[in-house]
């Protein structure tokens, strides 16, 4: 494994956004001059390696990288509210000319979900195939509910909208667990504060899988890129609430392996939350859901698919005329 120079800097791991402006050089400059194929994965910064021209990378993608296409709630999660915020939009806005013509760069493009597709080619220009992203299934089993709680799994940024969560599960009066950590914990234990919402922070995959085999559903309030977390609650056997937007409608199927709410707003999350009979789930349906998703399935869809790329490029190459080549 080969690092990039950002690898040395002291606690880099913990203070990964405050290095964001250091990412664009950190990645254009790994020498990958030595290999004919590239194959990245992306959301926001190995698009733009560079390359030798007779190369051909193929990046996989989950999505147009935020501080393009969701400019304000990313500048708000980036930073702290006031000073700090404007301080940043110049930065930021600096980084998304740059993702623009990085995403120029990689020779093709496999999307994670249709939802990342389409965004590929409303902000960058560029069409992209579709292999839906891997879930680890054994890493969970079946559970059966038997806990009288809602979980949340997330990372605790605004875009997420967990303060829709925690407002629904109080207007419902149901307790709810959240998992994960971010820069916006601190004000939304100020919106749960008085309410049944419980952070539990980081916590361990054996303790993930039980807390949600043991949930009521698994609740997923923001436009996701791909809808991993409802697949993870369907390996646990148990059923997902999600917003009907965005990669989430490609990953649930309503009435079968969850539910949709299509307001995003607290009242309209709590109505299904009061309601909710996860009785009506069949644990072994909403597994078989998630079984489709394999790591092997991912591994053979995106060789099957890299190589056909790879292909169309060939023929592509050699039906030039000789004096275009």
């Known amino acids: 494994m080969r690092t990039s120079f950002l690898q040395r800097v002291p606690f880099s791991n913990r203070a990964f956004r405050l290095l964001a402006p250091f990412y664009p050089a950190a990645f254009e400059q790994l020498d990958l001059s030595e290999y004919d194929l590239i194959v990245s994965s992306t959301t926001a910064w190995s698009k733009g390696v560079r390359f030798r021209p007779d190369a051909f990378h193929v990046c996989y993608i989950h999505t147009v990288s935020r501080f393009v296409f969701d400019y304000e709630r990313y500048v708000g999660g980036f930073t702290a509210r006031g000073a700090a915020t404007l301080l940043a939009r110049p930065l930021v806005t600096r980084l998304a000319r740059w993702d623009i013509e990085a995403a120029r760069r990689p020779s093709a493009y496999i999307a994670s979900s ?3 597709a389409e965004r590929i080619r409303r902000y960058y220009g560029r069409e992209a195939l579709v292999v839906p992203c891997p879930v680890d299934v054994d890493r969970f089993s079946i559970g059966f509910g038997d806990g009288d709680f809602f979980l949340a799994v997330s990372r605790l940024l ?3 909208r967990l303060e829709l969560a925690i407002g629904a599960a109080a207007m419902a009066n149901v307790a709810l ?3 994960g950590q971010g820069p916006a914990e601190a004000a939304l234990r ?3 504060k008085g309410t049944r919402t419980e952070f539990l922070g980081v916590v361990s995959d054996a303790e993930l899988g039980r807390l949600m085999g043991r949930a009521r559903a698994v609740v997923v309030p923001g436009e996701e890129d791909f809808g991993l977390v409802a ?6 056997g148990r059923p997902a609430i999600a917003y009907a937007r965005g ?5 649930v199927r309503g009435g079968v392996t969850g539910e949709f709410f299509e307001d995003a707003q607290p009242a309209a999350l709590a109505r299904l939350l009061e309601d909710f009979d996860p009785s009506r789930y069949d644990p072994r349906v909403l597994r078989a859901h998630a079984e489709t998703f394999r790591p092997e399935r991912f591994i053979e869809r995106l060789r099957t698919t890299i190589d056909a790329l790879i292909a169309e490029r060939n023929s592509a190459a050699s039906s030039q005329p000789l004096q275009q080549r």
């Open 114 to 116: 249709h939802n990342a």
């Open 247 to 251: 990669g989430a409608l490609e990953t």
């Open 177 to 179: 667990k959240i998992v």
């Open 158 to 160: 605004p875009y997420k």
């Open 231 to 236: 697949l993870e609650a369907n390996a646990s």
């Open 190 to 192: 100020r919106i749960a």
